[in-house]
């Protein structure tokens, strides 16, 4: 598109074929990464049994997640605003394609003893941690740096919604094929195969930072790296984005509560792996047309913060639905309903708020506003699988006739517990959040603003990959940071 710029000159903006290679690796990094982190939640008996460790030790590889995510961000957010955005980009895919090869090979008989499985997995589970805040806090960097203003809410909800949708396939393609505990190295090695594709795209694929002519009058607007610290003092002083942290946290944490416990909590009142894998589909599957239809009203109306408030409020009854439903055996269309409305308006709503980060921070690095959403959930997520185990209650004689916990009594087995307490404590977490969200929060839409004052006069010029060589050396790769 063109613009009249100060000395009367039009000023192009272009988009280039090349970005799409660039969501190819976010996209696919982060779906595996999300297999990865929640592909033992249903089966977690199972893999218990074969590795021979206890339920809680199957637990903290995946809180584990979480917990290094929130030492990583920090770091995160400094290098993307120090180092090139293509760097962080191929970083992230490596440590997640070397990380899943581990994991892959810790269950390989030849190459790793039985009585180190379970470390080496840890391993590789702790590589693949540090990856996922590289490419899990970018998406609106990336949208803003390679589409044009049209393409941004595609772009941002499906890079943002990539992780859900790996926890969607790893929670409900994984009782598919493990039957049993023998069936676990699967496991490791289903996802590692397109996680080292990820890595050798980025490494051959991904050459560049940004295009050589932006695709916006936003995106081109490039600024000086500025101090941590100064950054974030700004970013806390923006009351819209401390109010959207504060208050979304608990929604993430809570969704990565449920998704992790998720197998735990139902196969005490009698639902089958199956069944906990059609739970995990629905609660991270129905969030992809959830975050589709929520980005269309919000931009058709031009009424994001509205849109956000309804669809928080909604997540908050249909959890609350859930969680009463799970409490009971026999009630599968209830709970698969619950967690499905749960999906599509609590997850569906995740890329609308990272938006409304950007819009509340703008001009300051959208990294920043993503990370500082990001890091509560995390921190609200960790917590609350911790306490989840804590809470939970022995069941009662009568109620253990319907458990399907066990593993042939074996070592490792799930103990069924009575969840009721820590249903109790999410749903008022997320209920206070969500009448704090909807009172106090409010923000104009600085970014938009921005890019409609030259959108009258926009057009969209697609280019060749060819024709992208800014921000090159000699050899066409940018050169690797300085540390």
Not at 5 to 19: K, T
Not at 59 to 70: A, D, K, S
Not at 340 to 355: F, K, Q, S
Not at 374 to 385: M, Q, R, T, W
């Amino acid at each position: 598109m063109a613009t009249p710029a100060e000395g009367g000159a039009a000023v192009q903006y272009r988009s280039y074929r090349r970005r799409w290679v660039v969501l190819f690796v976010i996209v696919v990094t982060q779906v595996t990464n999300g297999a990865a982190w929640l592909s033992f939640s249903p089966v977690a008996n199972y893999a218990a049994h074969y590795y021979g460790t206890s339920i809680d030790n199957i637990n903290w590889q995946m809180t584990q997640f979480m917990i290094v995510q929130l030492i990583v961000t920090p770091f995160i957010m400094w290098a993307v605003d120090h180092w090139s955005f293509r760097w962080v980009v191929v970083i992230g895919a490596v440590l997640n394609g070397v990380g899943m090869a581990i994991k892959g090979l810790s269950t390989w008989d030849l190459v790793t003893p039985a009585d180190l499985r379970f470390t080496i997995t840890m391993v590789g589970s702790v590589l693949a941690a540090i990856a996922q805040p590289f490419t899990l806090v970018i998406p609106t960097r990336y949208s803003q740096a390679w589409h044009p203003q049209s393409e941004r809410t595609v772009s941002t909800t499906l890079s943002s919604l990539a992780n859900p949708i790996g926890c969607m396939l790893g929670i409900s393609v994984t009782p598919l094929y493990v039957k049993s505990s023998a069936d676990v190295p699967l496991i490791n090695t289903v996802w590692a195969i397109p996680a080292i594709v990820a890595a050798l795209t980025a490494v051959l694929g991904v050459t560049m930072s940004h295009p050589p002519t932006p695709p916006s009058p936003s995106a081109a607007e490039r600024r000086a790296p500025e101090p941590l610290l100064r950054t974030l003092r700004a970013l806390c002083a923006s009351r819209p984005l401390v109010i959207l942290s504060i208050c979304f946290g608990p929604a993430i944490g809570a969704m990565n509560g449920v998704a992790t416990l998720l197998g735990q909590m139902l196969c005490t009142t009698g639902y089958s792996t199956g069944f906990v894998g059609v739970c995990g589909a629905l609660l991270f599957g129905c969030g992809i047309p959830g975050a589709i239809l929520l980005g269309l009203i919000a931009t058709k109306t031009g009424r994001a913060v509205e849109t956000a408030k309804v669809s928080y409020s909604l997540t908050a009854v249909f959890l609350i639905m859930f969680c009463q439903a799970a409490r009971y055996p026999d009630l599968e269309w209830l709970v698969g309903l619950s967690i499905g409305l749960v999906g599509l308006v609590g997850v569906g709503t995740y890329p609308l708020v990272i938006e409304l980060g950007v819009e509340a921070t703008y001009p300051i690095d959208q990294t920043y506003s993503n990370s500082l959403i990001f890091i509560p959930g995390s921190l609200v997520g960790a917590a609350l699988v911790v306490l989840g185990t804590v809470m939970g209650r022995p069941v009662s004689e009568a109620a253990r006739q319907y458990e399907v916990c066990s593993v042939d009594g074996a070592a490792g087995a799930v103990e069924p517990l009575d969840y009721t307490n820590y249903y109790m404590l999410m749903t008022s977490l997320l209920s206070v959040s969500v009448i704090a969200f909807t009172l106090l929060f409010d923000t104009p839409y600085h970014r938009t603003a921005r890019d409609q004052a030259d959108g009258t006069r926009s057009e969209t010029v697609s280019v060749a990959p060819a024709d992208a060589t800014a921000s090159l050396d000699d050899r066409g790769t940018e050169q690797a940071p300085a540390v």
